[in-house]
């Protein structure tokens, strides 16, 4: 597993040019997002969250369909499968290194949002971090998994999306709602129910997602 996070972080920070393209799209579809609602200060900041959460959305898909392709293109896939461990530690390794790689993102675009946005909420961001880290979890064990599904298919660009996009919609949802509760500055109610979601969200489907692995990979 650590061997699988290291070579891919390794990978990914000699090349430069997958993390480089997916963070220039994040900035750009924020930079259209605050050309589209104009000047009304307070419209940017309503729908700050909502445009975060797409942007990551966009560019991290294109993450999850580099996750499988320097295995696929090095004929490497297959020994890896043979390799005498547990099938999900290469979900685990390939999981890790995706969240790390989502997150980094979000150090990027996060700055861009606050400024662009003009989320003057110090006091909101703070906890609208940890409500990042749980929507983050999740997005990443969907799209990690159904980039192993998709990864054998000449089309899988375009079959990643159709497949990961109706999954995400509840922790999509929970997200960008808990995070706009928090910035408006309504932690307890409203964003509470929203993080229970969030929770139970990412519980199933990264335990769901561990034990499938080993079939789905197969395919």
Known sequence: MRAIV?????????????FNAVAFLGVLILLLFGFALGPDTEALRNAA???LWLAILFAGVLAFNRSYQLELDGAALEPLLLYPAPRWT?????????LLFVLL??????PVAIILFQVTSVAGWIPASG??????????????????MASRSRAREVLLPLLLFPMLIPVLLASSEATSALLAGNPMQDAGAWVKLLVAFDV????????????????
Not at 204 to 219: G, K
Request: hydrophobic content about 60%; charged content about 15%; overall charge neutral.
């Open 6 to 18: 290291w070579k891919d972080l390794i990978t990914e920070r000699r090349s430069k040019a997958g």
């Open 131 to 148: 409500v990042m880290l749980l929507g983050s979890i999740g997005f990443v064990a969907l799209g990690t998994f159904y980039a192993s």
């Open 90 to 98: 290469i979900f685990a390794g390939k999981f890790l290194a995706n």
């Open 105 to 110: 993102l979000e150090v990027v675009v996060v």
């Open 204 to 219: 199933i489907f990264l335990v769901a997602s561990f034990l499938a692995f080993d079939h789905v990979i197969e395919v």
């Open 49 to 51: 969250a909502g445009a």
